[in-house]
């Protein structure tokens, strides 16, 4: 398997080892984003401006002693709003980052669009990919919300991975001309899914990851979804654009 170099396009490098980011590297995954995300919601918005640091300088050097490169993704999580959070807008701003994410929609509450539009007008402005999360409950209903906020900033259709789509909301994700992120895990969309997508839209704009962080989720999911692609006979160019080129495109890496 070690002819495939994958790129996990979103991941939490914070809550795996340092023995685990090397497991990873050996098993093919040489790539990876590691997206923002706090555990408990932020009293302050220093919080997260700390957290976007700590990705930016300690998890990038751990990436590298585990022999993997780690983009760090800077944005404030619908389930990390603090209070003054127009603080950590203007951080975002200052720090340009190469990625926000991870952004996004979780009950589409009030405070949650806001937060969210500031961030794609910001990253519409700067010229930035997004990462944009959708939730596990009411998928359907919540990725209805986040395509409308898209489009009502008239937000670059190249500058948005809509992140752990399901097979009922890929489709419209692909036909309006956004990305679309697979998240191989328990809950979210199986290897057999992964291989349902690609057989019915091709490869294109598709990029696989794990998601894995602070839980115990599967760190070489996309590992074993590219054996999986590999033993049903997708073809490798194939195989290839959603393992990593479809990202590092994407992501400008
Ligand atoms: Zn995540």
Known sequence: ?????????????????????????????????????????????????????KLEEFETYRGEKAGL???????????CIPENWHEVIDFLEESQPKIFGEIGLETAEKAEVEV??????LAKKLDIPCIIHTPRG????????????????????????IDHVSLETVSEILNRGYHAG??????????????????????ERLMINSDTGFTSLDYLSTVRAVSFLLEKGVEMEEIKRIAFENAKEFFRV
């Open 1 to 53: 398997m070690g002819h495939i170099e994958i790129y996990d396009s979103h991941i939490h490098s914070e809550g795996r080892s340092q023995k685990e980011l090397s497991e990873m590297s050996n098993s093919g995954i040489k790539t990876v984003n590691s997206c923002a995300f706090y555990p408990v919601r932020p009293r302050y918005p220093g919080t997260l401006i700390d957290l976007f640091r």
């Open 182 to 203: 697979l998240t191989v895990e328990e809950g979210k969309l199986s290897e057999r899914d992964v291989l349902e997508i690609i057989e019915k839209f091709g490869p």
């Open 138 to 161: 009411n998928k359907a209903e919540i990725t209805q919300k986040t395509l409308k906020s898209l489009e009502e900033l008239r937000f670059p259709e190249q500058l948005a991975v």
């Open 69 to 79: 490169k780690v983009v760090p993704a800077f944005g404030i999580h619908p389930r």
């Open 116 to 121: 969210l539009k500031a961030q794609l007008s």
